[in-house]
């Protein structure tokens, strides 16, 4: 746990607090503070808005481009790394604040009474989850109101950050679904435009082929299998070239560079759902415990499974960011790939080179780049899944 940080506990605004110390060290107090209040106004947040997890992210990255300016790279990512591992410490002991406001419907939706039992399955989940967190913002509010209960604000304060995160985990399941709805669309309109460029190919292989059959070779084999990849692909192209938009195959694609360093996302673990669900639990097992000594057993099991709960967030995030690896790392020869394919396209067409030579490098070129947007789409779902799960600050707001 970093200096201040006791402070930080009985503010208000506890992760502001504990930012504007953390920074202080760095920038002094004043320019800590003015770091702040430039995040805030660049993001257009209210001046005082409650900060959270997500948002002490948001302010250290605009902090660390400026120090690459002043101490370098090296050192710069040294301070991010373990201000974030410090940062992680402390959302396990503090949780988001909570600001309510007035009770309303649970989980209100746009779509009429009547066609709620009617939505599709996979809505239900979100629904339940906002609900739930409407129930554990009420119950919160009931707590702070009854002063035989003020005692366990604490502890109710946690399960209301327990089920906001659970709405966003829905939230990020449908996100993830609409993302990988539109990264499909494009993979499909590279599959037709690279089978149209090995039609291409394969119309001037086949004429190439009957030239040395009428001369007297032998390629009468070959001929007959290149008529027919030819005749599957028409009847591939038939059937799917109306089915896309051409233009998605020429979208740009672009080298994604992701910070793939475990400790930039210490904080998956703390603000993980379960772990934030069973730290709940501990807590409201120790509020019993100090009532009702023969409930301490319950603690030690608390305990235990919240120490299970941390060990499998820190399984999901470490399968998280080895899928994010895999991908980058196979990216990166397909996307050089593309390039040498893409200067070799220029030189022949410079040169005038032969249409089948032609067509075949451009068909290689089509199928590189498709090969290397399936790997860049993975990175991306792997990225956006680490980043929606780290905080549902706003939720609380």
Not at 230 to 243: I, N, R, S, V, Y
Not at 301 to 311: D, F, G, K, M, Y
Not at 368 to 390: D, I, N, S
């Amino acid at each position: 746990m970093t200096s201040g940080a006791g402070h930080a506990e009985s503010g208000h605004d506890p992760y502001r607090e504990w930012l504007r110390t953390r920074l202080g060290q760095e920038l002094g107090l004043p320019g800590a503070e003015a770091a702040i209040q430039g995040a805030v106004q660049r993001r257009g947040w209210p001046a005082l808005r409650t900060l959270g997890p997500r948002d002490v992210v948001a302010v250290l990255q605009d902090v660390y481009s400026g120090l690459r300016q002043t101490i370098g790279d090296a050192r710069a990512d040294s301070w991010l790394q373990g201000t974030t591992v410090d940062l992680a410490e402390y959302a396990q002991t503090v949780p988001v604040p909570v600001q309510l406001s007035a009770a309303g419907p649970l989980a209100p939706e746009p779509t009429p009474a009547p066609l709620r039992w009617g939505r599709r399955a996979h809505d239900l989940p979100l629904l339940l989850a906002r609900a739930n967190a409407e129930i554990a913002a009420r119950n919160l509010a009931a707590v702070r109101a009854d002063a035989t209960l003020r005692g366990l604000a604490g502890t109710a304060e946690w399960d209301v950050q327990a089920a906001v995160a659970e709405v966003r985990r829905w939230e990020t399941e449908e996100m993830l679904g609409s993302l990988r709805a539109d990264q499909s669309r494009v993979e499909v309109a590279d599959a037709v435009a690279a089978a149209v460029a090995q039609a291409e190919w394969l119309r001037l292989h086949v004429r190439e082929l009957q030239a040395e059959e009428q001369g007297g070779q032998s390629v009468g084999a070959q001929l007959a299998h290149a008529r027919l990849t030819l005749t599957q692909l028409d009847a591939f192209l038939e059937a799917f070239l109306p089915l896309i938009d051409a233009d998605d195959a020429d979208l740009p694609l672009s080298s994604p560079q992701a910070r793939l360093d475990r400790a930039f996302f210490s904080l998956e673990v703390p603000l993980n759902p379960a772990v934030l669900r069973a730290r709940h639990a501990l807590k409201l097992a120790q509020w019993r415990a100090e009532a009702e000594p023969t409930a301490a057993p319950a603690v030690m099991h608390a305990q235990q499974i919240l120490t299970a709960a941390e060990t499998e967030a820190r399984a999901q995030l470490e399968a998280t960011l080895q899928s994010a690896r895999t991908a980058q790392a196979r990216f990166m020869p397909l996307w050089q790939q593309v390039g040498a394919l893409e200067e070799r396209l220029k030189v022949l067409g410079q040169r005038g080179g032969d249409p089948l030579s032609l067509a075949r490098v451009r068909l290689d070129w089509r199928q590189a780049r498709a090969a290397a947007r399936v790997q860049a789409h993975l990175l991306e779902q792997a990225t956006r899944l680490l980043e929606a799960l780290a905080d549902g600050s706003e939720h609380l707001q």
